[in-house]
């Protein structure tokens, strides 16, 4: 089985107005979208934005009569503790592939907003990674954890600044998800778009000598231009870390395939 992309957002996504054609105009392989579950969002009003799990099945039954990929359902589960309950229902009720866990927000700014361009960058730093301690340890039923350095995007952090202020609660985080089996995302736009390729030439290593062994690699397209963005690069800097497999994920179990 070839590796295909595992972060892909469409319409169903409040930010994205991409069509499923658009991507599957790119690819023969199994095909995944995994939208936005994002509660109490600050980039919308601080709405409970939740994929219409009706509309989206019906419309990859609708694209299986007329495409030879094989069609999986995925979700990016936006990580807020106050609405875990909620999180939890909307889970429980819908069946899903793959669930990417994320820390987008802190209840009142998305980490991607200019807020965090004007506060200390290590206190930003400490706060985020004490944020995503406390939510893996929590959140049961992620498969992924998704772009670990969401919330340093906007600020420039080097990889010794990031090492220094947050080694112990990163190698933490790490041992949380091998735990769970929950494997670790290469995010390619937050490597090549938001300049974090570093960061996660820092860390691989961290997660290798705990013991985790599975990977994903996601585009995190909102376009369709986006769709396996710099994959090849990815793979040759996994390959650097004598990484050869990725982990796909279907019904939740991932499968090793060799790239
Ligand atoms: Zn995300
Ligand atoms: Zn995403």
Redesign the pocket.
């Known amino acids: 089985m070839p590796y295909y992309d595992q972060h892909v957002h469409t319409y169903f996504s409040f930010d994205s107005d991409a069509q499923f054609e658009a991507y599957l105009a790119q690819t023969d392989h199994p095909f995944v979208t995994t939208e936005h579950l994002e509660m109490f969002n600050p980039d919308d009003a601080h709405h409970d934005n939740k994929p219409d799990y009706r509309a989206y099945v019906q419309k990859l039954d609708a694209l299986h009569q007329k495409y030879p990929n094989q069609f999986l359902r995925g979700i990016?589960v936006g990580y807020y503790e106050p609405k875990l309950n909620d999180i939890y229902a909307y889970l429980d009720a819908n069946r899903y592939d793959l669930v990417l866990l994320?820390f987008?927000h802190n209840g009142e700014y998305d980490f991607q907003d200019d807020h965090f361009k004007t506060v200390d960058k290590k206190a930003l730093v400490q706060d985020y990674y004490a944020r995503m301690l406390a939510g893996v340890r929590r959140f049961d039923g992620a498969d992924v954890l998704?772009?670990f350095e969401?919330g340093l995007r906007v600020v420039d952090v080097t990889p010794s600044e990031l090492a220094a202020w947050a080694r112990p609660m990163i190698q933490g985080i790490f041992s949380e998800i091998i735990a769970k089996q929950m494997a670790l995302e290469l995010n390619t736009k937050s490597m090549y778009l938001w300049h974090d390729v570093t960061l996660y030439d820092l860390v691989i290593p961290w997660y290798q000598a705990l013991g985790g062994k599975l990977f994903t690699l996601g585009s995190?397209a909102h376009v369709p231009d986006a769709f396996e963005m710099e994959f090849a690069q990815a793979k040759a800097l996994l390959h650097r870390h004598h990484i050869e497999q990725l982990a796909v994920y279907q019904d939740h179990q991932p499968t090793l395939v060799t790239f």
């Open positions: 990016e994320s987008h998704a772009h969401y995190d």
